[in-house]
């Protein structure tokens, strides 16, 4: 059996792949700052996000809490919820300037992309 | 916990940063403790041993997790970078040691003193800069790739396969062997155009004896096959028999490569065209002398080696898993 002729071969599946990471890698800091708007834990915070069509791998999002609390977006704290230490991470004041700098570009770029691919 | 989720957690913890390591492993922890609950409350049993794998899977290869902790990219990543600092020390404490044995070499056989000196002095700024600069690039290019031959080797490996807790230095040993390995074989592998990387300045007057030619391609291609049995044992530890087939093949055709060059009279002799006088001639003897017994050394240790390997092989079935 023949592939279709506009069927991508393994190269361009394979690129294709990789801009797919890169595009998300940037919505996925951007989709995790807005859900911790509201206080998360690790593992609600990554349900939230697959409920809303973003599911994230732990092996992915862990490190990102980390960075980003490193980076002073974010703030965390170990507290009990049902008899169990959980650390539970929600926006710092630093972190919800920066979301709304960031929601405000996302929206300016998302508008021009619409545009630029409606053109075609 | 489950053994299976120990073992996974113990091997994150080896490569995480050790400030936050404790703190790393107790959230990742939780986070599979309440995944296990869910799921568990949902079947109404507990997990079996293959669906605790399948839920380890999401997380990725221990090595993996704990590089993405680290800071962001560097030549060498965090992960890699102890065994490069390791290794870095190793090679440049033996490229000095070998030096050190050249300049004395050359003082023990009449040269002046001033050549040994002055060999002594420029180390720094030419062999320690070209042993710097060839052991950065392989780690980088290791480091560069490892996240890929990572994730590769993962889709495919049990959780149970993976080394217990207290394999830490085994690990670090294994990465330190590849890069050694790699640039053995770089050096080795540019010998023929460049004499002067074995013998240094004395390539003006020596060369490799005929059995060096003789052997040339068998140890390429042993030291070729060695270094992917070591990736082997590295990426996949759950190929337990490749691993032990591969290793008893190369240390058994080392063994026989030593005993082949113990036989022979000489490894060096005089470049051609240069005049035999007395003094070069027992140059070539001395190192001929000092050849057979780094052969001899080469040759006990293959032999312990393999009888090493074979001990493994009978106490394996009480010991593994």
Do not use: C
């Amino acid at each position: 059996m023949t592939p279709a002729p506009d069927a991508p071969n393994a190269a361009e599946t394979a690129l294709f792949e990789n801009l797919r990471l890169e595009l998300r890698r940037g919505g996925l800091v951007l989709a995790v700052l807005g859900q911790l708007r509201a206080e998360h834990y690790g593992y609600t915070l990554r349900k939230a996000l697959a409920e809303r069509g973003l599911p994230v791998d732990e092996g992915t999002l862990y490190p990102l809490l980390r960075r980003l609390e490193s980076q002073g977006l974010l703030v965390s704290e170990w507290r009990e919820e049902d008899k169990r230490e959980k650390r539970f991470y929600r926006l710092s004041p630093a972190g919800e300037r920066t979301v709304r700098l960031l929601v405000a570009e996302w929206r300016g770029l998302n508008a021009s992309i619409a545009r630029i691919l409606e053109d075609e | 916990m489950t053994p299976l989720i120990e073992r996974y957690l113990q091997n994150v913890r080896l490569s995480l940063p050790a400030a936050r390591r404790e703190d790393i492993i107790r959230e990742l922890a939780e986070d599979i403790r309440t995944q296990v609950a869910d799921r568990e409350e949902e079947l109404g049993r507990a997990l079996s041993e293959d669906e605790q794998e399948a839920l380890l899977k999401h997380f990725g290869h221990p090595l993996a997790l704990a590089t993405r902790y680290g800071p962001q990219r560097h030549v060498i990543g965090p992960a890699l970078f102890p065994v490069y600092w390791m290794t870095l020390k190793i090679a440049l404490g033996g490229a000095l040691a070998v030096n050190v044995a050249i300049a004395i070499a050359w003082l023990a056989t009449g040269s002046p003193a001033g050549r040994a000196v002055g060999h002594l002095v420029t180390f720094p700024f030419t062999i320690g800069v070209a042993t710097f600069g060839w052991v950065t690039l392989v780690f980088a290019l290791l480091d560069l790739n490892l996240p890929r031959l990572l994730e590769h080797a993962w889709a495919d490996l049990k959780v149970v396969a993976l080394p217990r807790p207290e394999g830490k230095g085994r690990r670090w040993t294994l990465l330190a062997e590849i890069v050694g390995s790699s640039i053995f074989l770089i050096w080795w592998l540019a010998i023929p155009r460049s004499p002067v990387l074995l013998f240094g300045p004395a390539a003006a007057f020596l060369a490799p004896a005929p059995i060096f030619h003789q052997l040339y391609v068998p140890i390429t291609a042993i030291w070729l096959a060695s270094l992917v049995v070591l990736w082997a044992v590295l990426l996949r530890p759950d190929w337990a028999r490749v691993r032990t087939f591969g290793r008893f093949l190369t240390d058994g055709l080392s063994l026989v490569l030593a005993t082949i060059l113990l036989r022979t009279d000489a490894v060096v002799q005089l470049a051609p065209g240069v005049e035999a006088t007395d003094k070069l001639v027992d140059v070539v003897r001395f190192i001929n002398t000092q050849a057979r017994i780094v052969v001899l050394i080469w040759l006990l240790a293959a032999t312990w080696q393999i009888i090493y390997s074979i001990y493994r092989v009978v106490t394996a079935s009480s010991t593994d898993r």
